[in-house]
């Protein structure tokens, strides 16, 4: 008997998407057959994880991308076999994988809802926008079967956009359980001395995370650690003039991207993890940081901004130092606090830990896997 058949679409790189890896992993496992059809801007090939289809876009950004992504992946969809399952994994491809279903070429659509898209700056401030996604967003849900959301508001928060969603559950953006050996990469790749603490940042270099009041923060902390920035971003080249023009070379660096497979394993080489989103808007006020949950699998102290959702679900943990985002002087503060709390060994065994029993993948799975099982003669048989 034919193995039942998984879609997955997604506007993006692969190889640096963990939360797709994570899904596909899981649908592997099921028994499922799996492809990946992904349009990446920077022309990255597929892991080799994936079965993967790479879609050619001519444009890299703006409103011609997401135009010329819809159109070439309705027409692909169109062409392609028919599957079981589509798993939309952004708002992007949406629009198209709901097209699909109205043509029969799939039999369910699954949903995954990263973002309240609505509400994200670039576009909660511009009413055109703000009605063009809300309209594409709203098409593709009245074709949705299940809706995956990272965070427990966020739900009720698209909700509120549209006034009805489809059937639901919340799967949190966190790493899968893994292995790995504690090692120095980032101190023997940056030069950097044993007497100081690596503070380390993992994700997009753009607006809204801090990352300058963390290089000026680096102005008083250079003494005590160094700042290692990994990732790539439109602001990158920007940030790397602002640390020369500060003399701060040997404080602060930064690191391309890096496969999703390999981060924790890095991140276990720094001794706390920055995560400093800035709540400019409905979604960042919202937002439940996968970076944080890959610190605390790697065993780092956190320095985090107040995100409501972080702070209801971490609390006043021991391991986690809240600050504001926008002060220098209290990202400072934090940084000490945390760089005390990082020589502290059986400290970080049990963020290790708490991260190992309450927040990895495996722990919010079960959630879909009981979606799927209650949908008639679609797992393998035995499953």
Not at 176 to 192: C, G, Q, T
Not at 315 to 337: L, M
Request: hydrophobic share 40%; aromatic share 10%; net charge neutral.
């Amino acid at each position: 008997m034919k193995s039942p058949t998984v879609r997955f679409l997604l506007l993006g790189d692969p190889t640096t998407d963990r939360r797709s890896i994570n899904f596909i992993r899981f649908f592997s496992e099921l028994g499922f057959e799996t492809e990946f059809v992904f349009a990446s801007p920077n022309n990255n090939g597929a892991s080799p994880l994936l079965n993967g289809t790479r879609l050619t876009l001519h444009h890299s950004s703006g409103p011609l991308m997401f135009i010329e992504y819809e159109k070439i992946l309705t027409e692909f969809l169109a062409d392609a076999p028919p599957c079981d399952i589509l798993f939309s994994s952004e708002l992007y491809s949406l629009k198209s994988a709901a097209k699909a279903i109205k043509a029969k070429k799939a039999g369910y659509l699954i949903y995954d809802a990263r973002e309240l898209y609505t509400e994200l700056p670039t576009v909660a401030n511009n009413l055109f926008k703000k009605l063009f996604w809300k309209r594409w967003e709203k098409f593709g849900l009245k074709n949705t079967n299940l809706m995956v959301v990272t965070a427990p508001d966020d739900a009720g928060a698209i909700q509120s956009v549209h006034g009805s969603v489809p059937d639901h559950i919340c799967i949190r953006n966190l790493p899968a359980l893994e292995i790995y050996e504690a090692n120095n990469y980032l101190r023997n790749k940056f030069s950097i001395s044993d007497t100081k603490k690596v503070l380390v940042y993992l994700g997009g270099v753009q607006t809204d995370r801090g990352l300058e009041k963390m290089i000026s923060a680096m102005s008083v902390l250079s003494d005590v650690a160094s700042f290692v920035i990994i990732g790539d971003g439109i602001l990158k080249n920007i940030f790397q003039k602002e640390v020369k023009n500060l003399g701060l070379e040997d404080a602060v660096f930064f690191h391309d991207t890096i496969p999703a497979e390999d981060s924790i394993s890095m991140l276990s080489s720094a001794d706390v993890g920055i995560s400093l989103i800035e709540a400019k808007s409905k979604s960042y006020e919202l937002a439940l940081p996968s970076k944080i949950f890959e610190y605390m699998l790697a065993g780092l102290p956190i320095v985090s901004s107040p995100l409501r959702q972080v702070k209801a679900l971490l609390g006043d943990s021991e391991f986690i130092t809240y600050t504001n985002p926008n002060g220098v002087n209290s990202v400072v503060e934090a940084c000490r606090i945390a760089i005390a709390h990082s020589s502290d060994p059986k400290l970080k065994e049990r963020i290790h830990q708490t991260a190992t029993d309450n927040f990895t993948f495996e722990h919010d799975r079960r959630f879909l896997l009981d979606k799927m099982s209650a949908i008639p003669n679609l797992l393998p048989t035995g499953r």
